[in-house]
């Protein structure tokens, strides 16, 4: 049994409120893309959903009258730190293992490589599980984040990760526990 599951992550009021502003539907199709690259990248599955569905937590919402402002978010983003330290204080919160929390954190610090030198970083695994399954559910013009779901639809589709998990962890054990 895992010390945390992906619905108690899911339901927290901090994902749900920040997972508003970044996109629940998006948040969901990257953790299902994360499960899937876990096995092909021998990743713990627990890990990667939890640093997928909380990848983008740090988002903060760049508006200019009305309208979401590229040019603005370009300059001046920094959802992948702000996501990082979020995600990471709310694992600990609710019980997660420290070290799975601090390697979910710098997965999430690395997600992206918007502000990183291109090419000098060398992703672990489940960085790269996590990197490769937000670009899986990218659409042009951000348009990821704005995909509507319904949330009973949502929590059925976390609870459907959370059985597959349980089920992978009974078949490998805990040997993949980072
Ligand atoms: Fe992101
Ligand atoms: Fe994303």
Redesign the pocket.
């Known amino acids: 049994m895992r010390n945390v599951t992906l619905e108690a992550v899911f339901l927290h009021p901090i994902t749900q409120r920040y997972l508003k502003r970044?996109g629940v539907a998006h948040a969901i199709a990257v953790a299902e893309h994360a499960f899937v690259l876990a096995e092909q990248y021998h990743v713990n599955p627990d890990h990667a959903t939890k640093a997928a569905l909380l990848?983008?937590v740090g988002?903060y919402t760049w508006y200019r009258e009305g309208k979401w402002d590229y040019d603005m978010y370009r300059k001046n983003d920094i959802?992948?730190i702000k996501?990082a330290s979020r995600a990471h204080k709310l694992l600990i919160r609710i019980g997660e293992d420290r070290q799975v929390a601090k390697e979910i954190a710098v997965a999430i610090l690395l997600?992206?490589d918007s502000y990183l030198p291109t090419g000098e970083l060398q992703l672990k695994p489940l960085q790269q599980v996590v990197h490769l399954a937000?670009e899986a559910d990218e659409e042009s013009g951000g348009n990821h984040h704005y995909r509507r779901i319904d949330d009973k639809v949502a929590l059925e589709r976390v609870r459907l990760l959370d059985k597959k998990i349980e089920q992978w962890l009974r078949m490998n054990g805990m040997k993949h526990i980072i």
């Open positions: 970044s990848h983008d988002h959802h992948a996501g997600h992206t937000d």
